[in-house]
């Protein structure tokens, strides 16, 4: 994985300098809270229901055993023992208190970690697919560009105030698991006729209350430019998204008033023009040097194949089920990746206590060459295990209460903070995650389910996701009370879509038995070996409706 | 008002059209669509011309009289209004534009560093004080990741090669 | 009139907080100054500005409450889990120790 050079080191350093003194400033009284909270939001601080909230940038989700142990560390030592793994990649903190702020950053910045940019009308941080580097379906390694991008984002001197915040995540694999198409920019790796390595890139996608799947804007850019087709697109709209309307400032926006063709027309028009003279390509030596960091570790030659592996399979079917949920295929041969999920049953989806962080590092540096990933399903991936090592590393996570196998499945819930700590919130997102994972503890027969993705927002919004889960559920006030509006259908992989509003929102004592209704009908309907989404897409959602309305 | 350049409080020479009358003797900084009126009117004038610019004003029709302009001012009606950001890299770097850009409007001395790094030379300010940050703001950061007007791109490793695991390179 | 209570957060350390009679600020609901009138509210609302002016909290607004034997109660969702923590129903692990005010 990447990791800082002297100059890094002395960037984010400066960087914690020039926060502290702008905090300084603030509890001094030369900035105004108006002034003030622009600089703070670049800097990753929110104010939010409780207290300030802390995000901290993981770029990529890539993290290294030190850097976790420095999450768990701040957690106990600032916060109250715990962080929330974000549907970006990163983490927050709930409760910082501001004046320990420049402290925190201190802390991160020694391990090459920092929050810049976490939030902001800027470039926020860059994501990608967890399963980078060792997917067995991978084209190109994403992680090289997007440190890339990370670098060039970072402190844009020209797309630090733009109309609205910028999302930009990246794939290298066909299956996407980065959900690019619901992105400011996506970007798909691929290759063309002659083997030159470029992107797909993808424009003006997203969720929130115009939930948009964005569109392509150029099937090929050689993968040199792109640094100079990022700044035309991020030039066109700083220039032309709107600034009058917060909810109508996103780049989404833009593209559907003006049509992609038009704003394809104005974007490579500038490209043309700065392409070539204004020195935004990397050299190549840079692209190397940080290509360089994305070696693969020195994996072991697979000699024989290990029986050890399948016999713990036959012996403990609690361990095969975890095999069979949480693990998936790895480029090298005797090799897999392994997803911890960080979603008990009934427990906080995304939460992880600070003890909790230190044993996945522990694990990552005995079984996994020190590295951790972070998903955008809010769960952990332990990238580089050797088959071999899955049996004790299942009964480590086993005594440390993260051996849950259940990704993928309907208690694999993506769900916001909600209105338990979010200060535009609605409804509640998280409780209702916790009663939802309660109903469907039984893990046989989640499993038996199939994949079903079930994502909770406890406002428009949508930081939960709600629009592109199979199951999505969408917090709302009707006066003064919660209730959550289900959309069945979505998904944000390759073939993105939005869910279809099933009918009128049901009330907060009533959204479980909603679902398990919306699961009872799918059982009810689904074909032999079907997904979810295969009986949806067969049947539509005349039954589901029918079952939770008794209409047609 | 104050006028910040180069880190010092300086003299603002530049004057507006006030009253329908064109200010004679004095540097003269005229709006988009006031150039537009007069442009004919001022074919001779022999003093400095100005431009003051608006986000939503576009470049391209400037683009030939650009050197008619000793100052472009480019407006911040509120310091989250990035637009003028992206104008000045574009007279800069597209147009060529080498007189004095200046920031108006409102602006905080934070942005100071990405205002100059985007080819801002001068500053109006409301308090004068902040001239003494000027040089700190400038001068905070040793190098940057990406190229812009000013400031130096970072390019390759700063220290050690990525093979040699030498706990001085880095810190975990 | 509704009975309403002014609240904020606090400036350095982002707790949330409520008016007091006296013009501080506590962190107790229960213990905040109720107003009932156009003319109290305004009262709480300059009591706010100025507490804004001096830096001691950010955010303030008025919410209404209903009133009971313990003192002023919220009335809708998001007051009831500001002042009573969030409701997500598991042991916050250990962690730093607030010291209350």
């Known amino acids: 994985m990447y990791r800082y050079d002297e ?51 993981i770029p990529y989700g890539t993290l290294s055993s030190c850097q976790m142990r420095r999450l768990a560390w701040i957690a106990r030592t600032y916060d109250r023992g715990y962080g929330h793994f974000t549907t970006r990649q990163n983490i927050q903190y709930n409760w910082p208190r501001l004046q320990d702020v420049p402290k925190i950053l201190e802390a991160l910045a020694e391990v090459g970690m920092h929050a810049i940019q976490t939030s902001g ?19 190109e390694d994403p992680r090289v560009y997007a440190e890339i991008l990370r670098q060039w984002s970072t402190l844009h001197p020209e ?109 490579e028009q500038e490209w043309e023009a700065i392409r070539d ?177 079930l994502n909770i927002s406890g406002c428009i919004n949508a930081c939960g996701h709600h629009h592109v889960a199979n199951i999505g559920l969408l917090g709302v006030d009707k006066k003064g009370r919660e209730f959550y509006q289900i959309t069945l259908g979505g998904r944000a992989d390759e073939e993105a879509a939005i869910g279809d509003i099933v009918g009128p929102a049901f009330s907060y004592d009533e959204v479980v038995d909603a679902v398990e209704s919306v699961v009872t009908t799918y059982r009810g309907q689904r074909q032999q070996g079907e997904t979810f989404l295969q009986t949806y897409r067969r049947v539509g959602i005349k039954p589901f409706k029918e079952t939770l309305y008794g209409t047609g | ?78 310091f989250t209004d990035g637009r003028a950001y992206s104008q000045a890299r574009l007279l800069r770097k597209r147009y060529g534009y080498s007189g004095e850009l200046r920031a108006v409007g409102n602006i905080l001395q934070d942005q100071f560093l990405q205002m100059h790094r985007c080819g801002f030379d001068s500053y109006e300010v409301a308090d004068g004080k902040v001239a003494e940050v000027w040089a700190v703001a400038i001068h905070r950061y040793r190098g940057f990741y990406q190229s812009a007007e000013r400031g130096q791109r970072r390019e390759g490793a700063a220290t050690l090669p990525v093979e040699q695991p030498a706990a001085a390179a880095w810190a975990y | 009139m509704q009975s309403h209570v002014m609240t904020a957060n606090g400036l350095a350390d982002g707790a949330v907080v409520y008016l007091h009679a006296s013009g501080r600020w506590v962190r107790d609901l229960q213990q905040a100054v109720v107003a009932d009138t156009a003319e109290g509210c305004a009262k709480l609302e300059a009591l706010a500005e100025e507490a804004v002016r001096k830096r001691l909290v950010i955010g303030h607004y008025l919410f209404a409450v209903s009133l009971n034997e313990s003192g002023p109660q919220p009335i809708v969702q998001r007051e009831r889990i500001r002042a009573a923590g969030p409701t997500v129903g598991t042991d916050l692990p250990a962690g730093r120790q607030d010291a209350e005010v």
């Open chain 1, 277 to 453: 003279g204004w020195q935004l390509d990397l050299p190549d030596a840079e692209v190397t040097r940080i290509a360089d960091y994305f070696a693969p570790p020195r994996y072991e030659p697979q000699e024989a194949i290990d029986l050890s592996f399948a016999t713990a399979q036959r012996q403990d079917p609690a361990f095969a089920q975890w095999v069979r949920c949480n693990t998936f295929a790895h480029r090298q041969a005797g090799y897999a990746i392994a997803v911890i999920s960080l979603k008990p049953e009934g427990g906080i989806p995304g939460d992880a206590t600070a003890g909790q962080m230190e044993r996945v590092a522990d694990l990552a540096d005995r079984y996994g060459f020190g590295e951790i990933r972070v998903t955008h399903e809010q769960n952990l991936v332990l990238p580089d295990l050797r088959k071999a090592d899955l049996p004790a590393l299942w009964q480590a996570l086993v005594e440390a209460d993260l051996a849950v196998p259940n990704v993928g499945l309907i208690t694999d819930m993506i769900a916001c903070p909600g209105l338990d700590y979010c200060n535009l919130a609605n409804a509640r997102s998280i409780p209702v995650a916790q009663r939802i994972g309660q109903r469907f503890a039984d893990r046989a027969l989640a499993e038996e389910l199939g994949p079903i993705t």
């Open chain 2, 1 to 78: 008002m104050a006028l910040v350049k180069h880190g010092k409080i300086q003299e603002d020479a530049w004057t507006r059209i006030e009253n329908d009358s064109l200010p004679l003797g004095r540097p003269l900084l005229l709006t988009k669509e006031e150039w537009c009126c007069l442009a004919a009117t001022l074919r001779h004038w022999e003093q400095p011309l100005g431009l003051l610019l608006e986000g939503s004003d576009s470049l391209d029709d400037l683009r030939p009289v650009l050197d008619r302009f000793r100052l472009i001012a480019l407006n911040f009606p509120k």
């Open chain 1, 121 to 139: 009308n800027c470039i926020r941080n860059v994501t990608s697919d967890p399963f980078a580097g060792v997917a067995a379906d991978e084209i």
């Open chain 1, 7 to 57: 100059f890094d080191f002395a960037f984010v350093k400066q960087r914690v300098d020039e926060f502290r003194e702008q905090i300084e400033r603030r509890l001094a009284g030369e900035l105004t809270e108006e002034q003030f909270k622009p600089l703070r939001l670049m800097n990753g601080l929110y104010l939010q229901l409780h207290a300030y909230m802390l995000r901290v940038a």
């Open chain 1, 159 to 267: 797309f630090s105030f733009l109309p609205r915040k910028f999302k930009i995540a990246i794939t290298g694999s066909p299956h996407d698991r980065a959900a690019i198409r619901v992105h400011d920019i996506g970007l798909r790796m691929l290759r063309d006729e002659s083997g030159a390595p470029g992107f797909e890139v993808v424009v003006g996608g997203g969720q929130g209350r115009t939930p948009v799947i964005g569109e392509t804007i150029r099937k090929f850019l050689p993968s040199q430019h792109l640094i100079s087709y990022l700044e035309a697109i991020l030039r066109t709209y700083n220039l032309l998204g709107r600034r009058d309307n917060l909810y109508k400032s996103r780049i989404k926006i833009l593209v559907k008033q003006v049509g992609i063709e038009e704003f394809r027309r104005q974007v």
